[in-house]
């Protein structure tokens, strides 16, 4: 039986965006991929916020750890997605990696204003990973993107 290929998505924090990412991706993809999330710098949680706008779209994330990119030093990862420019830059090569995109968005835990616009900056970036994401899928799906 083969093994499913192992989808890494780091950034730096892993608090928001990988999560988001992680679990936007884990339910348009279903069952094709393995997918995790870590960090260079982890933060030790997940954001609140994160989980609460990925709730709105009928995500939950809240069982998500943060984690260190290091993690996963030993196991076969065969794609890395980096969402921020400071996990790309520090991001290693992995056992296997056969591919390794970089997809940048803006870090919503540094949203200031109002706890209304704080999340509609969540709202925001939830929505632009989703869309890449979602797209990402379906190329796995049609068999347009490689992972093994």
Known sequence: MNEKPKVLILCTGNSCR???????LQAAAGD???????????????HPKAIRVM????????GHTSKHMNEFLDRKITTVITVCGNADQACPMFPGQLNRHHWGFDDPAHAQ?????????????????????EAY?????EGKTLTR
């Open 18 to 24: 990988s999560h988001m990412a992680e679990g936007i």
């Open 32 to 46: 094709l991929v393995e997918v995790h999330s870590a960090g260079s710098k982890p933060a030790g949680y997940v």
């Open 55 to 62: 709730n709105e779209i009928g995500i939950d994330i809240a």
């Open 113 to 133: 204003g109002s706890e209304e616009e704080i999340l509609a900056q969540f709202r925001r970036v939830r929505d632009q990973i989703r869309l890449v994401f």
């Open 137 to 141: 899928a379906a190329g796995l799906k």
